[in-house]
Nanobody, 120 residues
Framework: QVQLVESGGRLVQPGGSLRLSCAASGNIFRINAMRWYRQAPGKQRELVAA???????DYADFAKGRFTISRENAKNTVYLQMNSLKPEDTAVYYC??????????????WGLGTQVTVSS
């Protein structure tokens, strides 16, 4: 089965930086788009950034200028570099991907999330 595993979440001080990673493994033919979402307590899950198979990117307004999404296709991995972190960035960050397994239609997969806490 396909699985996504996030890593890199931890406690960091305001103004600090953090890089999250998400590696996909299993029965994968090809990965289309990959995305990062986050969910803070009491709030809806929201899109942070997305990257297509051709490296086109899209960012939420709060992420523009601070966060950078990238991917390394040979490793089936997507990254999220986060700089100038703020307390309001505190959330569980989830990896999401559209993955082909030999089908004409990709299926949607989610990781279990990694906790990012921004606090002094």
């Amino acid at each position: 089965q396909v699985q996504l595993v996030e890593s890199g979440g931890r406690l960091v001080q305001p103004g600090g930086s953090l890089r999250l990673s998400c590696a996909a493994s299993g029965n994968i033919f090809r990965i289309n788009a990959m995305r990062w979402y986050r969910q803070a307590p009491g709030k809806q899950r929201e899109l942070v950034a997305a990257i297509t198979s051709s490296d086109r990117t899209d960012y939420a307004d709060f992420a523009k200028g601070r966060f950078t999404i990238s991917r390394e296709n040979a490793k089936n991995t997507v990254y999220l570099q986060m700089n100038s972190l703020k307390p309001e960035d505190t959330a569980v960050y989830y990896c999401n991907a559209d993955i082909f397994r030999g089908s004409a239609v990709p299926r949607d997969y989610w990781g279990l999330g990694t906790q990012v806490t921004v606090s002094s």
